[in-house]
């Protein structure tokens, strides 16, 4: 459902793999019935309203359903939980000039890519 990487990709106004999640979140927060039916079926129907959800702009994410915004919100947190350090640590950095000006250019790029996907991460918690 989500390919090989396993990862959904965030940008900062929208969801670059709307479709896998989309259909991720429809799934996992469905019950064990409608389960059954959406394997019956392979799938669902193409109706209007999975049309308006397709697109999972900020705003749409902001709309989601409870258990959907829940399921997202605990990711998130996981998401995060899997760096070294919090969003903070790496700002903290990014503003001494001393220590980053220490760091190699790979360390420093991969200090901006690291803290760019932080805020991201932090930008979805306060969206759900």
Not at 9 to 26: A, F, P, Q
Not at 37 to 65: P, V
Request: glycine fraction near 4%.
């Amino acid at each position: 459902m989500v390919g090989e990487e396993g990862a959904f990709v965030l940008g900062w106004d929208e969801v670059l793999t709307e479709e896998e999640l989309s259909i991720t979140l429809k799934v996992l927060c469905m019950s064990e019935e409608e389960f059954k039916e959406y394997k019956e079926q392979d799938g669902w129907e193409d109706n209007s309203e999975e049309e308006e959800i397709s697109t999972l702009s900020n705003e749409a994410l902001s709309r989601l359903k409870t258990p959907c915004k829940k399921l997202l919100y605990d990711s998130v947190l996981l998401t995060l939980e899997s760096y070294g350090s919090d969003l903070k640590a790496e700002q903290d950095l990014l503003n001494n000039k001393e220590a980053y000006e220490k760091l190699s250019r790979r360390e420093q790029q991969a200090l901006h890519v690291r803290y760019g996907q932080k805020r991201i991460l932090h930008q979805l918690l306060e969206l759900v």
